[in-house]
């Protein structure tokens, strides 16, 4: 191999040209995109506080993003000595060409992240972006790649020099998986992995009967045993999962929104991770976006890999989602790496990342013969369903290219969907069931792991979500948490396979609680229950035992405008709009409700009481409240005694926690 011997005085213009270059492309992004807005939505009187509070915070972060600009023009600087370029036009060109081609294969990787550079800004801009994400092939633009790297390595006589070239660039974007070691351990108790989807419903499985295949969820289900009413007590992500630790209800643990004050979640709760930790366990949590409630709250776990949602770490994501040019080159675990605040952005959600965070977690606990208790919490079907490359257009209908083309578009003002047209409610219904196929072959990429390191079969697998998700059914709009109307938003998946026991493929029907998840899991690996504990353990029922049900509890969490929730025959107690509800904590940065306003929150609730297919659900409002019964999600009409009847029932379950006032109407006591 001829050695390579480089001058670096001759090849001044290269860098000066690299690094300038860089730096146009900076002050375009800053100049161009300079504003802040979160999951789509804006505010003008947000951002005046932000550029007034929070100034030089941004200018030494925009520094790190300009910096980083720089590292990677010093990069292409690499190439073009490598390569041996000297012209100075010929060296501009080579940048602009690197640069294009990494913004082009981060458009065509996650086009959602450019899509107010494109999609929305301009009509030319708009079917340019669609040529690269529905015609351009993702081959097509690595070998654009390699042919100009080989055509100026041949005509600049520098082959082996250009061989460097493509393996940097490769290992600057190929996503390596974690390398399974075999291990002949295998702990006298059972792992336990808990793979987790938000969001995900139980009627959105292809092996409860859904249209759309989850091959992988299927062959686990298959031999195990999933509950189809399983219900969240509040299907919200905060308060679901900590009602699943503690196995208490909401009106218990106090967590009933997603910005609860820093009092009501330091308590030293007893959990189910803090009883696995007793036992021996190592306890690990991996998650992304809409998992950030695990790097605020204790639940009790060794290791935790999780976002974490601050004003300065908000600021930080929306920093770089302007920086549209370098997104393109940061799309790779080694941007994560620059910018961990990435794994926080909703729409650059990868459960790649949180699927190898898991890997990594089990390889450590295995490499200290500890047995494992790992929860990966992905969040891409969550709202906005954004997926990544093919996933987005799966299930696109041909020619689509409406507003919600690769993530839904408009949350917190179009809840009801009522006036959306068929064919957007399909197009935003195939981006969620894209996002639970892409759940699914992470799950496969889970089981082969699971397989080469040899502890498949002293592991269970949990599949489940912290809440379901209204997609348009028979008008009860889209979201979960807004209201307590039909069975999809408050139906966890849940699923459990183990080696040790073949469940048949059991479907259970009856209603069961996520308080009922941790009495169930402990008894499972041979732990008592703990005394704390409201729910009980369903392995008898998981066994085929006869079972009745158990009623369920469900409340409603914190609306986040004024219009919400939009459904018919709508009352509630009114309260602000979401961004006059919230604080920043002075201490932690972190968002909380104000404290003055969270007692409207908790009278406005909806709240509801479940047993099998009987449901009441009562709605205070400012003039009127509304009580309602459903028979199999159908509103009935029941006697003043069958409603009485059905009120005590929630009296007694709940001792103390709610009365009956002088109109007969169900209240919480304060």
């Known amino acids: 191999m001829k050695k390579i011997n480089i001058d670096l005085k001759k090849y ?46 941004l200018i030494f972060y925009n520094l790190k993003i300009l910096f980083t600009y720089f590292l990677f023009g010093s990069v292409i600087f690499l190439f073009s000595v490598l390569l041996d370029m000297k012209k100075k036009r010929m060296i501009f060109i080579f940048n602009f060409l690197i640069w294009f081609l990494f913004w082009i294969r981060g458009v065509k990787m996650f086009p959602q992240l450019f899509k107010e550079q494109l999609y929305t800004h301009s009509a030319i801009l708009k079917y340019f972006q669609v040529f690269i994400t529905d015609v351009l092939p993702m081959f097509v633009i690595y070998l654009v790649f390699i042919g100009l790297i080989i055509f100026i390595a041949i005509k600049n006589k520098r082959i082996y020099q250009s061989l460097i070239v493509l393996l940097v660039s490769f290992l600057l974007i190929y996503n390596f998986k974690t390398i399974p070691k075999k291990s002949e351990f295998n702990s006298d108790k059972p792992n336990i992995l808990i793979l987790a989807a938000d969001s995900l419903r139980p009627k959105s499985i292809s092996y409860n009967g859904y249209k759309r295949k989850t091959p992988n969820i299927d062959k686990l289900f298959s031999k195990g045993v999933n509950f189809l009413n399983l219900k969240s007590s509040l299907a919200r992500t905060f308060s679901s999962w900590t009602s699943v630790f503690t196995s208490t209800l909401p009106i218990e643990h106090k967590v009933r929104h997603m910005f609860p004050l820093n009092k009501d979640i330091k308590k030293g709760w007893k959990t189910l991770i803090k009883d696995l930790n007793k036992n021996g366990y190592e306890t690990s949590i991996a998650s992304d976006f809409a998992g950030d409630i695990f790097s605020r709250i204790d639940y009790g776990f060794d290791n935790v890999s999780a976002p974490h949602l601050t004003i300065k770490n908000v600021l930080k994501q929306r920093s770089l989602e302007i920086h549209y040019f370098l997104l393109g080159v940061l799309i790779n675990p080694v941007g994560r790496t620059i910018f961990p605040q990435m794994s926080g952005m909703p729409l650059n959600i990868d459960p790649y990342y949180v699927t190898e965070k898991a890997k990594h977690y089990i390889k450590g606990s295995i490499k200290k013969k500890k047995p494992f208790f790992v929860l990966a919490f992905s969040s891409n079907n969550h709202f906005p369903y954004a997926s990544k490359y093919p996933y987005y257009n799966l299930f696109e209908k041909e020619g689509y290219i409406g507003k919600h083309k690769y993530c839904k578009d408009d949350m917190v003002k179009a809840y009801s969907g009522f006036d959306l047209p068929e064919d957007e409610k399909k197009q935003v219904i195939g981006l969620y069931d894209a996002a639970s196929k892409l759940f699914d072959d992470n799950l496969a990429d889970m089981l082969k792991f699971l397989k080469k390191s040899g502890v498949e079969k002293n592991t269970i697998i949990i599949i489940m979500s912290d809440h379901g998700e209204s997609l348009y059914e028979k008008g009860l709009g889209i979201g979960h948490g807004d209201h307590l109307r039909g069975e999809y938003s408050h139906s966890m998946t849940f699923g459990v396979y183990s080696p040790f026991e073949d469940f048949n493929g059991r479907k259970i029907v009856k209603t069961v609680r996520d308080i009922d998840i941790s009495p169930t899991l402990l008894e499972l690996v041979g732990i008592e229950k703990n005394i704390n504990f409201r729910g009980v353990s369903l392995l008898n029922a998981m066994r085929g035992e006869n079972f009745k049900g158990l009623p369920v509890y469900m409340e409603t969490g914190m609306w986040y405008s004024l219009q919400t929730p939009y459904i018919q025959d709508r009352v509630r107690v009114s309260y602000p709009e979401v961004k006059s509800l919230l604080d920043l904590d002075k201490q932690t940065g972190e968002i909380i409700i104000k404290k003055s306003e969270e007692h409207l929150i908790i009278k406005a609730k909806y709240k509801a009481y479940q047993f099998n297919n009987k449901k009441f659900v009562f709605m205070p409002g400012d003039k009127r409240n509304l009580e309602r019964f459903y028979v199999d999600e159908k509103y009935v009409n029941l006697t003043d005694e069958e409603k009485i009847v059905f009120k005590n029932e929630i009296l007694k379950e709940f001792n103390g926690k709610f009365y009956l006032d002088d109109k007969g109407m169900v209240k919480e006591k304060k």
């Open 12 to 57: 001044k213009k290269n860098l000066f040209t690299s690094f300038s270059f860089s730096l146009i492309l900076f002050v375009i992004s800053f100049v161009l995109y300079l504003k802040f807005s979160y999951m789509g939505a804006t505010d003008k009187e947000i951002e005046e506080y932000i550029f007034s509070h929070y100034t030089w915070f």
